[in-house]
């Protein structure tokens, strides 16, 4: 008699879960690319980002990535996609961390060119998804100027997403994106003297 009065509750509350979310589904009726930022101190914006390149490509989607900071020392990403999914429009700046070049003269130049390449990629309307990983830096470093990268953001293809990670990005940049995640930092490996893990963290 309980399990039944337990299966009875259960299935009135899930009945009333798919109501919730079939109303949901039903009232999302726009078509169209959308603006994502992964933000926040944690780990796994990139990582989240490339799950979603995996996924366009699952529907053979076609896909543009630009990592900035990153490029001195190979990713896994790169390794990957060079490899295996030579269609991926795949472009780095090549620099390393900024902490590491410790020139601010040539990084603003580095990234000046590595945005006309993440430009002619938003303004690519064979692009279904473009990653603009790590581009928050560049904001809050004042190497690219905000309002210029939120225009082409703005501008894109209207059927193209896009996916931008990185620490901070500032409100003006929260404010045209259309789902903001933040990946909160509990504890990391790293804080205890583990060296970053090939596969993992690169």
């Known amino acids: 008699m309980e399990n039944k009065g337990k299966n009875a509750k259960h299935k009135r509350a899930m009945a009333k879960q798919k109501a919730a979310v079939d109303a949901g589904v039903a009232a999302a009726s726009v078509e169209r690319g959308v603006a994502v930022l992964l933000t926040g101190d944690g ?3 990139t990582s989240s980002a490339f799950g979603m390149v995996m996924r366009a490509l699952g529907y053979g989607q076609k896909v543009g990535v630009v990592q900035f900071i990153k490029g001195v020392q190979l990713s896994g990403e ?4 060079r490899n295996h999914c030579p269609d991926v ?3 780095q700046m090549g620099t390393g961390f ?8 040539s990084d603003i130049a580095a990234a ?3 945005w006309e390449r993440a430009t002619k990629m938003l303004q690519n309307p064979e692009l279904d998804l473009v990653v603009l990983d790590e581009l928050t830096y560049m904001l809050a470093f004042k190497y690219l ?8 953001i703005e501008n894109r293809p209207q059927h193209q997403s896009v996916v931008v990670t990185g620490r901070g990005g500032g409100s003006e940049l929260r404010g045209v994106m259309d789902t903001v995640s933040e990946v909160k930092d509990i504890e990391h490996a790293y804080r205890a003297g583990i060296k970053a893990r090939k596969g993992v963290d690169f």
């Not at 790169?78 to 996609?81: I, S, V």
């Not at 100027?145 to 225009?151: N, R």
């Open 78 to 81: 790169e390794h990957y996609l």
């Open 89 to 91: 429009e795949f472009h």
């Open 112 to 114: 000046e060119r590595t």
């Open 43 to 45: 780990k796994g914006k």
């Open 145 to 152: 100027p905000e309002a210029t990268v939120i225009a082409a």
């Open 98 to 105: 900024t902490w590491d070049t410790q020139d601010r003269a």
